[in-house]
């Protein structure tokens, strides 16, 4: 999770700074937080880096950021609570969230748009794309966290990825697909959603990151399906 706040070249200056600083000496947490957050880049002015690690640091688990879009108006609100395979936690710790995303017009994957979701459980995004504008957020899976998408914005996904799979990356494609069924798993996202937004791997995937992430699944729902009388569909 640092490494995505952070980017991997400040971690490794920050900690070759720590290392040289207390060589032979005796520090605490602070003293690695003070000097990783002199070569971090990109924080909010309101907030430190300790302040956005700790809240990973002392939460169990990691959330899901829901991205439920209005289309018409071209915004989005952004909520976070966190991810349980039984959802039925009435504790919902809040984390500081780094977001970035991507949209049809705006595709250029080495500079996506990036803002913070704070310790609020909510927040709503302006200007996030077109009606007919698929959006994806956490960018490469650089954040820890799943992505819950609206039903519409999955449709629109699988259709950019049925007409040229490789307008996203790989790594992309393997989040997406680790996300949905992820979702799917414990009732948030429908399997006919997540069947549909994998039918273009048939023909066109040929990259190993999502075809790894989808047997990864695949293997949980055979066992889970194998005394069942849905088996031979699934098959």
Do not use: C
Request: aromatic share 14%; proline share 3%; no cysteine.
């Amino acid at each position: 999770m640092l490494h995505g706040v952070i980017n991997d070249t400040a971690f490794r200056n920050g900690y070759q700074k720590f290392i040289a600083r207390w060589n032979y000496s005796t520090a605490n947490v602070d003293d690695f937080w003070e000097a990783m957050a002199e070569e971090a880049i990109g924080l909010p002015m309101e907030i430190t880096l300790a302040e956005v690690m700790n809240s990973w640091i002392s939460h169990h688990g990691y959330p899901i950021v829901s991205i439920m879009r209005k289309y018409k108006e071209g915004t989005a609100i952004i909520r976070q609570q966190r991810f349980t395979y039984d959802q039925s936690s009435d504790i919902q710790p809040t984390w500081y969230v780094p977001l970035d995303y991507i949209n049809k017009t705006s595709n250029d994957w080495s500079s996506p748009i990036k803002t913070w979701l704070h310790s609020e459980t909510e927040m709503v995004v302006h200007n996030i794309g077109a009606q007919d504008s698929w959006i994806v957020f956490n960018v490469n899976k650089t954040g820890y966290y799943r992505v819950h998408y609206d039903e519409e914005n999955w449709k629109l996904l699988t259709l950019a990825l049925e007409e040229n799979h490789e307008i996203l990356p790989a790594e992309t494609r393997a989040s997406l697909i680790d996300d949905v069924l992820g979702l799917a798993a414990v009732g948030l996202t429908k399997y006919a959603t997540a069947f549909d937004f994998i039918k273009y791997m048939q023909i066109k995937e040929r990259h190993y990151a999502p075809w790894g992430t989808l047997m990864r699944h695949l293997l949980k729902l055979n066992g889970l399906l194998y005394e069942t009388s849905g088996f031979s569909a699934f098959q």
